[in-house]
């Protein structure tokens, strides 16, 4: 039981005692406990993936190391609405420290983050084409992450929203069993790369999972369909009730039952390294739906707006370096931008 939840319990014992007319009492209690709730669990999220090193390189510009990996994209993003994030990943000796402490200043809890201390971080590197909008993996080497169990420590477990970030399927699955209470939504994003290597275990997670996010490319590799709209119903009886699929530069599309909705992306005068976009989208559609709790199809709308807000700061500059200058300002302020992007008027008459 966390802090509010003591408080909570011994105030509502203590004037139901007094008091037939409790629950007016309990339920302003609670709203005033939400002004604590970077100190509990209550609107917290577990965000799990990669936390590495890449070498990217753009047409803009290249980089032999610099931090990178799903769940830190995830995290940055993510905690610009929710506290605190509950990470789970591992890294190895050569991870720095100054990383970890700025990470942890954003109420980013790095219990569930496994350090081993003789050997290296995940590595990725990529090769980004001249439209920015396809790239190359030039090399996975998975290092730690080879060995990987991911443990969900007993103050991760009243965790209400579970974002799954990119990492084998495997691995995702473990998350989800040791949870003792299935959390509220559960979103899964992954790659190519696992739909490559485990498409088996990848299909045993979907049927777990309320929301999972692809690239256009992937939903014609899962689905054997070139029709979006095709591949994304055959994806959805996989298991997954929504399904966004992201287009980069095209905006992304949410899909529920019949329903459809398009969320365009900024367009940008620059875009310089496109690594996490995704990643900051998926924290940002998380981290709206965690600190609104609404799980609704029209808030999924909002949280979509709110991702690729997000990536649109993600891809200003090399790594996450751009999600940790930011304001609630310019984010605010961005999001305006798309609401400008798509709002006209029509006489029909
Ligand atoms: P995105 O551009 O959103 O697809 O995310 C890129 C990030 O994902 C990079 O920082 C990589 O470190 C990380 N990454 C690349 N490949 C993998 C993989 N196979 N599993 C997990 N994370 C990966």
Known sequence: MGYRDEVESAFTHNVKQNNPDYKPIAVILSYFCNDFSSTTNHMSLITVGTMAFDAIETPFGKVDQIVGGSATYVAYSASQFVSPINQISIIGYDFPSEELEAMKK????????????DKKSFFWSGKYHLDMNSRDTLVTDLNVLADFNPVVPESYQSSEFLMLGNLMPKLQMSVIDQMKTRPKLIVMDTMNFWMDVAMDDLKEVLKKVDVLLVNDAEARQL???????KA?????????????IKKGEHGALLFHKNHVFFAPALPLEEVFDPTGAGDTFA?????????????SFENM???????????????????????????????????QEFVQLVNFDIDLG
Request: glycine share 10%.
């Open 106 to 117: 954003r109420d980013i809890h790095m219990e569930g983050v496994e350090v081993v201390p």
């Open 223 to 229: 689905s054997g369909e070139i029709s979006l709209v």
């Open 232 to 244: 994304a119903r055959i994806i959805m009886d996989m298991g997954p009730a929504f399904l966004i």
């Open 283 to 295: 924290g940002g559609f998380i981290g709206h739906i965690a600190k609104t709790k609404d799980i």
């Open 301 to 335: 709308k909002r949280a979509i707006i709110v991702g690729s807000a997000l990536a649109s700061f993600c891809v200003e500059k090399f790594g996450p370096e751009r999600l940790k200058e930011i304001s609630k300002a310019d984010i605010d302020a961005r999001i």
